[in-house]
């Protein structure tokens, strides 16, 4: 237990036994007298440069922290660990929050640059070992450049089969040699690994590119652009701009955005930039509310005072470049997420929404990156925004942290619901199983794309 907390629970003990004993006009000479409480100066302190950790900690989440007006008062002096500090402040409700000391900053003006392989796996536990397989492949990246692709089965590291101990190496280390393969379905309807090799990778720093594969489909008279996002960013506007170009030339009917790997991370002002080549375009025009956000006092005053809107509008700066639909078709999974949701909930007020897969995470809350800017030679814990000021001696320190709720402009949440189901009869189990991961985004039999292509015909 934290000392100065012990002390308050003690001392209040002690008003209470003796507020008992006035009570009862009694008293005991012979109970046994409670020791006395240990001098302030005896109990050990935090050394100062925890201590100016501590406080990092403890001014960025009264300012930011989405529940804040619920934290315990803890006297950082005697933290003697910040991480665990830290730990101590979260909300029962905060499965998410988490601090690190080893952040690397990026200094680009924006999108998301990062030292990456370029690779999103998903891993499969087999009796022998761990297996990881590729979902998808950043453009541009180390493991585009090596041939690596969706369906490729992560077979070992560095000569030693995937386990829960070496499984990190994938994301971390500065250089790994990879054992791959391809898979196939055989006769039975099981997976068979085929062409076994190996491939030397060396992470790089790369601006992750959301625009993973797009096309127009053109089935049974029916146009249909099919796009897969991985996350919002404002990094590349005029390239997705151009994909959208492309879908109003070719006239399509309906649009499918996979959003399947759309996560947690992500631009919340690139949200609303990519609704309004989307939704209808007489809300479009009105600059309608799209995503609305929910702070704690502190920070929504702040925001308010600073002339800034707590909402997300469609801009009518693309009416002349909006689609013209009515409908479209998500393709979700346990893997959508967070900005991913709200944006699908930000268009539901204005259009038909047809959701197809399995029911989405349920991140009805929202998260900021809390860093240790330096402003006139102090330390002021602040939101991430790239080219921010990091202090020196606290450089390596960040924390992600719960920071807001949202809603559309109904006042929508999926915070009871736990997420976004399936539209009805468009409900498909474990859709990122290992047959879907054989086929190609955009391939029209991979599964969820075909149910989607099968949905539109059936509900034109």
């Known amino acids: 237990m934290n000392i100065s907390i012990y002390r308050r629970i003690l001392c209040r003990g002690i008003e209470f036994m003796l507020f008992v004993s006035l009570l009862s006009g009694c008293g005991d000479k012979n109970n046994e007298q409670i020791p006395p409480l240990p001098p302030e100066d005896t109990i050990p302190q935090a050394p100062a440069s925890v201590q100016k950790v501590n406080k990092f900690i403890r001014d960025g989440m009264k300012h930011y922290y989405f529940w804040a007006d ?44 990062v030292t990456t392989l370029g690779f999103s796996p998903v891993f499969f536990q087999t009796p022998e070992q761990i297996i990881g397989v590729i979902q998808y492949v950043y453009k541009d990246s180390p493991a585009a450049k090596a041939g690596l692709k969706r369906g490729n089965a992560l077979l070992a590291v560095d000569g030693e ?18 054992k791959y393969s391809d898979i196939s379905i055989n006769e039975s309807g099981n997976p068979v690994l085929t ?54 030339s070719q006239n399509i009917r ?7 790997y759309t996560g947690s991370f992500g631009n919340w002002k690139a949200a609303g930039v990519v609704g309004s080549w989307i939704a209808p375009e007489d809300f479009v025009s009105r600059n309608e509310e799209f995503i609305c956000f929910k702070y704690n006092n502190l920070y929504k005053n702040e925001l ?41 909930l930000g268009l539901k007020p204005y259009m038909q929404v047809n959701l197809i897969g399995e029911k989405t995470k349920g991140m009805s809350l929202f998260m900021g990156t ?78 969820l794309l075909s149910a989607a292509i099968n949905i539109i015909h059936v509900i034109k």
């Not at 009416?319 to 900005?339: D, H, P």
């Open 161 to 178: 089969n995937i386990t829960q101990e070496n499984l990190s190496y994938i994301f971390n280390k500065r250089s790994l040699t990879l």
């Open 304 to 344: 308010l005072e600073n002339g800034k809107d707590n909402t997300i509008r469609l801009t009518d700066s693309l009416v002349s470049e909006n689609l013209g639909i009515r409908r479209v078709f998500f393709l979700i999974s346990k893997q959508t997420a967070e900005i991913g949701e709200a944006f699908i």
């Open 70 to 113: 619920l934290m315990p008062e803890i006297d950082i002096r005697y933290e003697l660990d910040s991480k665990i500090y830290f730990k101590k402040l979260l909300n029962d409700n905060d499965n998410w929050s988490a601090i690190r000391n080893d952040m690397e900053y990026q200094n680009t003006k924006s999108g998301y640059t």
């Open 370 to 447: 809390v860093v240790p800017q330096l402003k006139n030679d102090s330390i002021v814990p602040g939101l991430y925004e790239k080219g921010n000021i990091i202090a020196p001696e606290l450089k390596n320190w960040a924390y992600n942290i719960i920071i807001g709720s949202y809603t559309n402009k109904n006042g929508d949440t999926i915070w009871e619901a736990g997420g976004l189901s399936p539209s009805g009869g468009m409900q498909i189990n474990n859709p990122n199983n290992i047959r879907s991961l054989t086929r190609q985004l955009g391939e029209l039999k991979e599964p």
């Open 195 to 248: 062409d076994i090799r190996e491939v030397h990778l060396i992470p790089k720093n790369i601006t992750l590119n959301p625009i993973n594969t797009y096309k127009v489909i053109d089935t049974l008279g029916l146009k249909i652009g099919y796009l897969v996002y991985t996350h919002f960013d404002d990094y590349h506007y005029e390239e997705l701009g151009n994909v959208f170009r492309f879908f109003k």
């Open 254 to 260: 309906d649009l499918i955005m996979d959003f399947r």
